[in-house]
Each structure stands twice: as structure tokens, then as C-alpha cells.
């Protein structure tokens, strides 16, 4: 078949790879040169493969191709690290794609794409190349399954060109009676999912090689990325008049939310099972993913982790104290709590979150008595869906929280910015009154046609709604009186003016419900400044196009610098889901922006071409975080003795305004 876009020439629509004869596998051998010419007429570009003396593929063979796989399971995890290393390893570009070609057809295609799609990111030959993105590729993951049988329909029925596009129901997996089914456009957003699918490929917890794991700041990184998801949820919870997620703390609790992901896994051909109201987690005994785990074994390892946290250290596995300081601590406990393979100490922290995960997507069938494969809390391109990954993240945070609330709380010196004050601050959304947002509902299509099978070719398109908002600007006037030049971190928050009851907030709870909206570098003249930044810019999203890829609109030009940057960075927070939906009457927001000094968060390095621009949730590839500050300041710690209250908390180099958001349910627009 036409294959896999990742070595396509730019711009051919259809490519086939010359195989050789012993690379098909059995069922295609009788073809021969039957299949090749078959495929190979309407080609655009062959491709010759060469014939190589192939690496043992046995390890990764081991997982059948029509089985599920995730890399929470440890096994699965252990197999992907082998086939990350063979492909890492392969000495040119042509040796891989060599032994990529024979691997194809006989390694489980998530694996496949997975290692695949691991080693193209990180070898230095493979850079440049374009990932297609995976919701084209696996769009059973994204999508309710009915969709596929329509978009088979239209596919064999209706001419390529003339094709409608298949719309995807609004809110097809629960009704209104489910009061969590109000956040399905959040939970179920493909934009939102793929990021964090994205995310757990640019940062994976496992690989043979520790240099592909040991990432700046990674640890920390998993902290806030995660920290900030809960923030967002809840800020969407309160848009949905809902109170804040709670913890799943106690682990022999049922599970009170239960999910229907209506979803078919296209490679396993098997429905992803649900979880019903009310289920608890059970001890784990599956021989096939050898997983033998009781819910006791978590406990142990929690415990462990809040003794380490209260003690102030952890002990390695060489029984040396590291102390889980200022500077490190953070990093270290994401490590250990993920955990990742450069957990300080795995036997004795465990893989707490990671089992967690793995726990909650086998609640279902605990003992394989039932042979169901895991939920979607099982893999990081559907965990997102489940109203229980926010209820386990919320733990997760909680864990990490409290280690933030041991540290010394920031200094006045350590906030302020001499002789440098805010004396303006707005936000303006184009035609709209100042200091309200406005948000509605839109309709996108996205290309789904590359993850069908047997279908005849050409653009099937889905229709799907999602939220957006409208385009916005901040002003801010910045007072420069330090007679000299200055650069300053713009740093912008957002939070909730009240808590669910209308009460004001102490500082202690409302810092942990900021959402970071945008981050950037500015320079200050002697005098007033006037800084005018779109919302468009924001240094935590990516834009619609880069998520999707597959839409050819606002595409840069082909072999232009825009577009290697284009292709790489599939990492970011979606553009439309930036702010949260808000009331139809206007949710109350505070708007927080500070201005800190440059000389303390600079990073030297430079950026040029690195895939730079949603850097605050993702970081700069191949590059350290680019803010020397603790994630998430000012906001990562408790506040200073005598501050209660946010006003409390500014210094001149801070200021608040209230912002409102306006929801309008009816307003559907089309995207151009
Ligand atoms: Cu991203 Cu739990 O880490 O899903």
C-alpha cells in the first residue's frame, strides 16, 4: 500500500518503496512483484530499499501485531525501549529505513509508530523529517468508532473531490444526566490529547538509551505540565458550574465516575472496554502483560514518597542521601514519582504513577479472566478522555504540592524588580468591550483518510466541534526608572476571582488554580513602555494547523526555515482551547501579569530554529528549559508571612485587573 508519509519527498501525495523480494512477509510473498506494481503505478516517487543484514527483531515481534499497547505496561514498555534502540542505532538513514520497511508489516503498529516515531525525533539525521500526526495515523483513538463506517461508505461510494465530510456528534459519549459529561469537549478535544500525547513522545520515562530520557528538567517538567492540566480542568469545571476535581486519594474507594470511551481500537478490532460507575481498582494479576501488583504495593510506595518528602531527602540505590532541595527537589520527585528510568531509586519509590495509570485502565479485568486489553487511562493518546485522569493527576499534584509547601516562601527581593512597575493593564479582544472574552463553538475538518486501511485513497475529512475563542490583545504599560535599559519575563496568569461558593480566595488555594497563558522576554526603555502582545503568540499553545498537520491551510512554504520548525513541533497546548469557556452570563477571572528581572532567568543559548514557541509547557527540543526560575513561579510556593490574599502578594512589578468570560452557546462558525 501507499505507505507511511515519514520519508515521503516533500510535496509527492503517494509514494511506494521498492522491497526486497525477502522483506514482504509471508502472506504478501506469493504476490511478489505483483503487489509492488500493483501499488506502484499510481506512485509518484518510488523509493529503493536496500537489502541489509536485519538486527534481531524477535523482542519487538514478541508483541502481537493485533494487540493493544501501552507504555504504561512494563512489559510493553521494555519491548519499545529494544525496537527505540534498534532504530536509534541503525548507522545511516538507509540502514533504518531498511529495517523500519521490514519491521512494518510484522511489528505491532502503535509499537511500530511509537519506536518509530521516538528515533526520528532524536537521531541527528532524521531531524528535519516530518511526523505525520498521529490522529491521522491511529484516528480510532480520537474518534467515535460509527464515524468509521460512514467514512468507509463515503470512501468506496462517493469519488475522491467530491466527498462530504463526515460529521462527528457533538457529545456522543454520555447524556446530560452524567453531570461530568459537561466537560466532554475539554476531555475528548482532540487538539488537548495529542498534545499530551505529544508530550509523553518528546519526554518518554523509558528508552535504552538514558540520554533519550535524561532531558533537562524533565522531572519538573512532568510536575508542571500535569499541575497545569489540573488548573485548567478546574478553571473549565467552574465554566461548567462544577467544583474543583478531587483527589483520588484513597485507593480502595469505588471509583464514583464511570466512563464509555465509544471508541474501537481499528488495529485490535476490539471495542476499548469501559469502566462502569462505582468501580474499584483491584489487585493486579495479568500473566500476559506480566503484571503481578497489589493495591497494597502503591500504598507502600506513596508512603515511602511522603516519608522522603517530609525527611527532605531521598535515598538512592546506593543508600546515599540527596536532599530534595530548592533547586533539585522538584526534578527529583518528578522522576521518582512518573517514575522514569532516572528515578533516584526505583525499588524502593516504585512507578507510582505510571502503575496508577495502570491499575484504573485495568479495573475492569483485573485477572484477564475476561481477556479485555486496558482502558483508555492505559495509553497517553486517550488517558485524557477519562474524568478519572483528573481525579489521579489531582493526587499527583497534591503529592508534588507538598513538597512545594516545604520550601521557604519567595522574598520580597525575590519577587520585586527594582525600579520597574506596572501602571496599565488591559486585555482587548477585536470589536469587544475591554477586559471581556469571548468564547463559541467551531466546527473543523480534519483528514482521517491515512489511518484506513483497504479504503480507496483520497481525503475523507471528519467533521468535529470544538471550543474557541476570540483572538485577544494585552496591553500593558511598564514604568522603566532605572535610568538604564532593562529586559524583563513577562510572566501572564489567569485564575478565578471566587471559589464554587462566591467566597474570595486566600492566596494558599488560588495560586494553585493559575493558568499560565503566556510567557515572554521584553526590552524596557528608560521611561514608559507600552507592550502590546497578541494571544496568538502565547508561549504555551501551538496553532491549530501545526496540532493537525494534515491541513494544508497556513502551511508555510515548502523548504523555508518556517516549515522545518513547522514539522517538528507538534508538542503545545491547542491555540483554541487557551482560555477556558467561561458562563453565558461571564465567569469572573483575575488576570495576573509581573514583570520579573531578566538577569535572574536568563538561560544562555540560543533558539534559533529550535522549535521554540510553546516552550512553558513543552520546553525548546534539544535545548535547556529556557527560564531559570522555579515552573509555575511566583505561584509554585506559599506565599510570605502576613499575605493572604492575591493584592496582597503584588509588588510594583505586578498588577491584576478582573477579566470576564463570556460564553455564547448558540455561535457555531465554520473554520475558513
Ligand atoms: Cu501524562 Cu499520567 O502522565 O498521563
Redesign the pocket.
Known sequence: RPTEPVFMEKGKTSTVFDVPDKYLTKRYERLGNEIQSRFGEKAEQRVPVREISLPDLRIPMSLGRDEQFSL?VPRHRRIAGRLIDIFVGMRTVDDLLSVAVYARDRVNPYLFNHALSVALLHREDTKGLDLPSFAQNFPDKFVDSQVFRQVREEATVVPDGSRMPIVVPRDYTASDLDPEHRLWYFREDMGINLH?WH??LVYPFEAGDRRIVEKDRRGEL?YY??QQ?IARYNMERFSNNLARVTRFNNFREPIAEGYFPKMDSLVASRAWPPRFDNTSIKDLNRELDQINLDISDLERWRDRIFEAIHQGFVVDASGNRIPLDERRGIDILGNML?ASIISPNQSVYGDF??M??VFISYAHDPDHRHLESFGV?GD?AT??RDPV?YR??AY?DDIFQEHKTRLTPYTLPQLQYDGISISGLQVSSEGGQPNVLSTFWQQSDVDLSRGMDFVPRGNVFARFTHLQHTPFTYTINVNNDSGAQRFGTVRIFTAPKTDERGQPWLFRDQRLMMVELDKFVVQLNPGQNTIRRRSTESSVTIPFERTFRNLEVNRPAQGSPEELEFNFCGCGWPQHMLIPKGLPGGMRCELFVMVSNYEDDRVDQTLVGACSDAASYCGVRDRLYPDRRAMGYPFDRLPRQGVDRLVQFLTPNMSIVDVSIRHDANRVVMRQ
Do not use: D
Request: glycine share 4%; aromatic share 24%.
Open positions: 504504561f499530551h508530550w509523553h512532568f505540565m500535569h492540566v512518573e504513577h505510571n496508577g495509570h487511562m497517553s488517558a485524557m485522569f489521579w493527576h499527583i
